[in-house]
């Protein structure tokens, strides 16, 4: 299962979500995204756990939860959804 999870502090790295999540279960992955210009984190990051009970608990346990001074947002991952313009917008 991906999990989403918002308001990350900057301060946080792959490896703290990593260990925040192992709490929980087995994590396949956990990256934190970064602006590429910037270098920076982009306040966000997702996990990924295969056992979905895991997961589950995770997200139950550790939304509204704090780490390094930010309130998590965790839930479930949504796929992302294609625009179809073609980058161009609509006139």
Partial sequence: MNIYVGNLSTEVNQEDLQLTFEAFGQVSSAKVIMDKYSGRSKGFGF?????????????????????????????????????????????
């Fill in 47 to 91: 996990v990924e756990m295969p056992v979905g009970s895991e997961a589950q608990s995770a997200m139950n346990s550790l939304n509204g939860k704090e780490l390094k001074g930010q309130t998590l947002n965790v839930n479930e991952a949504r796929p992302q959804k294609k625009s179809g313009k073609g980058g161009y917008g609509r006139y």
